[in-house]
């Protein structure tokens, strides 16, 4: 399924306090500098239209949470819902993801990865683009806090079966853990992205894994 059209964002909406560029975080890395503190780090790998940010960050408001979409006019989206809801414990920034993974954050700096139904790329001679690859996944591996956790979910099993067998392949991560199903509180409680929500009223499976660095 396809994205479909965004609602037009309130110019009047400041969004400097939500909406970043690549150039504009912190080099060497230090998430104080983002969110002024130090709190634990979580990273939305492809926040979309920002769902799973303004639900999780006001419901944790002693973590930090920052969302990576390269797609610019839905990070505007995503960044503009925080923004109108005042929510000062998350950021969005307009970028690609494995490279701040790959040039920005150091190693031990995050408290958990979110990957909620990354782009499959149907076509063979494209699926070298996925995201869910064995550079990226080392670097989640990598950039993970002792404990820490990864959180993947796709509606396609073939991306599904394949992503784990990287992460078996790449990694050390235990898992993966079954991720129980959460019931619906209302139209969009209890759905991580707008498009698990679309999965659910559809009737089409999700596959959910969370994977976990070891303590040592």
């Not at 130090?38 to 930090?64: H, Q, Y």
């Amino acid at each position: 399924m396809g994205r479909r059209a965004l609602r037009k964002i309130d110019p009047k909406l400041d969004l400097s306090g939500h909406l970043l560029q690549f150039d504009q975080l912190p080099n060497p890395w230090d998430s104080a500098v983002l969110f002024g503190r130090i709190a634990p780090l979580e990273v939305e790998v492809g926040s979309g239209k920002g769902l799973f940010l303004r639900t999780e960050a006001p419901a944790r408001p002693n973590t930090d949470f920052l969302g990576i979409e390269i797609a610019r006019k839905y990070a505007q989206f995503a960044a503009a819902g925080l923004a109108k809801r005042a929510i000062a414990n998350a950021r969005v920034v307009a970028a690609d993801a494995l490279r701040i993974f790959s040039e920005l954050l150091p190693n031990d700096c995050l408290a958990a990865v979110h990957v909620y139904f990354p782009d499959p790329w149907w076509k063979k001679r494209h699926k070298k683009r996925r995201v869910m690859r064995d550079s990226f996944v080392r670097d989640v591996e990598r950039t993970l806090v002792p404990t820490g956790t990864l959180h993947f979910w796709t509606d396609v099993e073939e991306y599904f079966q394949e992503s784990l067998g990287i992460l078996a392949a790449s990694t050390r991560l235990s898992g993966p853990f079954s991720v129980p199903e959460m019931l619906a509180e209302n139209d969009l409680g209890g759905y991580r992205t707008h498009f698990e929500r679309r999965m659910k009223l559809h009737g089409e499976p999700v596959y959910r894994a969370e994977l976990r660095k070891s303590k040592a």
